[in-house]
């Protein structure tokens, strides 16, 4: 079992930023894929972006793309999502998400996210 604690979320204006952070409780990431989601009420949870904790390629939504960067730090076991340039679509619950393989799935708490206009 992979406990995920995530921090970060807030109010911000339009057009600021904020940085999401997400850590394994008790473990390491290694071997994990590490991506973040994002909901809001009546919707399905949609896909923000992933990448390897290995390294490598790293995915984004196209309504991200450009705003949005994952990164990890290993040293501290933590991943990253830094918004940038906000709007006020991005409001949203957002979760971080985990996987090795075809194991289990790991979601963390979620944490909100209020982009004023």
């Known amino acids: 079992q992979v406990q995920l604690v995530e921090s970060g979320g807030g109010l911000v204006q339009a057009g600021g930023s904020l940085r999401l952070s997400c850590a394994p409780s008790g473990r390491t990431f290694y071997g994990y894929d590490v991506g973040w989601y994002r909901q809001t009420p009546g919707m399905e949870r949609e896909f923000v972006a992933r990448m390897r904790w290995s390294g490598g390629t790293k995915e984004y939504a196209d309504s991200v793309k450009g705003r949005f960067t994952i990164s990890r730090d290993v040293a501290k076991n933590t991943a990253y999502l830094d918004m940038n340039l906000l709007k006020a679509d991005d409001t949203a619950i957002y979760y971080c998400?985990?996987?090795?393989?075809?194991?289990?799935?790991?979601w963390g708490q979620g944490t909100q996210v209020t982009v004023s206009s």
């Open positions: 998400r985990a996987n090795r393989g075809n194991g289990p799935v790991y």
